[in-house]
């Protein structure tokens, strides 16, 4: 129902730091992708109110097969991330609107 906001949010993410979503929706565990794919799902989950078993859904859906555990661990660590890096604030600011 919300997927294509899940994948618009990729395709910013995209725009901003140059990492394809194929790439951030692919198993990795290089930190700027991690960083990338825990930024999805705390926009997601924080500026649209997607549950995390809509976000694990549209990430199946894609090919990437995630657990709850690890969706609440992504928003958990972008979310302390935001606490204390003004960077990442202006940056998920800048990202959370869909046009």
């Given amino acids: 129902m919300k997927k294509h906001i899940f994948l618009r949010f ?3 993410i995209q725009d901003h730091t140059g990492i394809s979503v194929e790439i951030i929706l692919k198993k990795s565990k290089k930190s700027e992708i991690v960083m990338a794919r825990h930024m999805l799902f705390y926009l ?3 500026h649209r109110g997607m549950s995390m078993k809509e976000i694990e859904g549209y990430m199946n859906d894609e090919g990437y097969k995630i657990g ?3 969706i609440s661990y992504g928003i958990d660590s972008m979310g302390k991330l935001l606490e204390t890096d003004p960077d990442y604030v202006s940056l998920v600011k800048k990202l959370s609107s869909i046009d």
């Fill in 68 to 70: 709850y555990g690890a």
């Fill in 10 to 12: 990729a395709q910013k």
């Fill in 44 to 46: 997601c989950k924080e």
